[in-house]
């Protein structure tokens, strides 16, 4: 997704809001609105395995995200393709809106380090993985972990003396702390460029007071652990990992975020990774969310999506099976757009297969 700066269609419509007042308060929602349908290749960057120099060409679709004002709100209903989203749809309860940048930039970095995991792993090379620690995703506002300056994006990799492999060792190792009990974490505190580009600076310590636990905090779910936990710290977590990988790959998305690029970016991978063109030379659009095993996942925006893929000339759209994007994807009504709808990577290639696409085949046998 691309933030937004909105302009203004109907300057009667700005006058008369104007008029009621309306013009600068904010109506809690937010617009989705279709955006661009970008060729995936020219992003990447390979090296250390040969590449096909002319891979065809498969396009990440995207949209606009704008918090909207009362009269922003008012003009979106004269404009077609406009999903209206409350605000507390898009994060987790207690977590601030002004998370979302960090969060799609976060999901847009874990997406594309699925796409290659699943790309090679598709191609027939065998990449291993390293837990590296628990990833905070998001964090309650106020909480021990906001006042302690934890963001989202940190890796955190132990607590006091115990290491943490994944989010439920750190569970695990604070289940059963009292509240008021200062814990000294380790972890690599994250910097997130203008651009959306993850880096972490050198292995720290953060001191964090541990607080009561909210009435609405649920059991985490981890094995082993049981019942309640006694504290809280504030934070929505994933596990951490390290991919070791035959090549180095970059894929440069500065300013989009969100995970849904990961299947388009896993194709185009598979793409420049083969021989021949597994799109047989069409112009095909992609959205879902991949995961390093080759799961394809539901996303929100599909109608925009559909829209902007049929405006960058696509006549193919790949979209997930599930959680009504078919059906979104199909109410767009873009003429001479088909909508393929897919559960995984292994449909998504036998899809293009039956379209005239060649079968992925790595120019570089895997070793």
């Known amino acids: 997704m691309r933030p937004r700066v909105w302009i203004p269609l109907v300057v009667i419509a700005v006058i008369l809001l104007g008029i009621l007042g309306l013009e600068e308060h904010q109506s809690g929602e937010y617009s989705i609105t279709p955006a661009d349908g970008t060729p995936v290749a020219p992003l990447v960057k390979i090296s250390g395995v040969a590449t096909n120099p002319k891979p065809g060409k498969i396009l990440l679709v995207d949209v606009y995200l704008q918090p909207l004002s009362s009269w922003q709100l008012f003009l979106t209903h004269f404009q077609s393709h406009v999903q209206i989203v409350p605000a507390d749809e898009l994060v987790d309860p207690g977590v601030s809106t002004s998370e979302l940048n960090a969060q799609g930039y976060l999901e847009m970095s874990d997406a ?25 995703t998001g964090v ?22 115990t290491p943490v492999d994944s989010h439920c060792q750190l569970v695990s190792a ?43 905090v649920t059991a985490s779910g981890c094995p082993g652990v049981s019942g309640a936990d006694s504290s809280f710290l504030g934070v929505t977590l994933e596990d951490g990992f390290r991919y070791h990988l035959p090549a180095t790959v970059s894929i440069d998305t500065a300013n989009i975020g969100g995970p849904s690029a990961g299947l388009a970016m896993t194709l185009a991978l598979i793409n420049k990774l083969s021989h021949g063109s597994v799109t047989g030379g069409r ?39 599930g959680d009504g994007n078919v059906d979104a994807a199909r109410a767009a009504d873009q003429p001479g757009l088909t909508i393929l709808p897919v559960r995984s990577l292994k449909e998504a290639l036998s899809d293009l297969r039956r379209l005239g696409g060649s079968p992925p085949e790595a120019i570089t046998r895997p070793s």
Do not use: C
């Open 283 to 321: 112009v095909v659009a992609a959205t879902g969310t991949m995961s390093p095993n080759g799961q394809v996942g539901a996303v929100g925006g599909v109608e925009e999506k559909a829209v902007a893929a049929h405006d960058s000339g696509a006549t193919y759209f790949i979209v997930p099976d």
């Open 112 to 136: 594309k380090q699925a796409a290659e995991v699943a790309s090679f792993r598709a191609l027939g090379w065998r990449v291993p993985a390293t837990p590296t620690g628990t990833v905070v």
């Open 140 to 161: 309650v506002s106020p909480s021990p972990a906001s006042r302690a300056g934890l963001v989202t994006g940190d890796l955190i990799t132990g607590v006091g003396s």
């Open 174 to 216: 604070l289940h059963d702390v009292t509240p008021g009990t200062v814990e000294t974490l380790h972890l690599d505190k994250v910097k997130i460029s203008h651009s959306g580009a993850l880096s972490y600076e050198a292995p720290s310590t953060l001191s964090v007071t541990m607080g009561n636990v909210p009435s609405d």
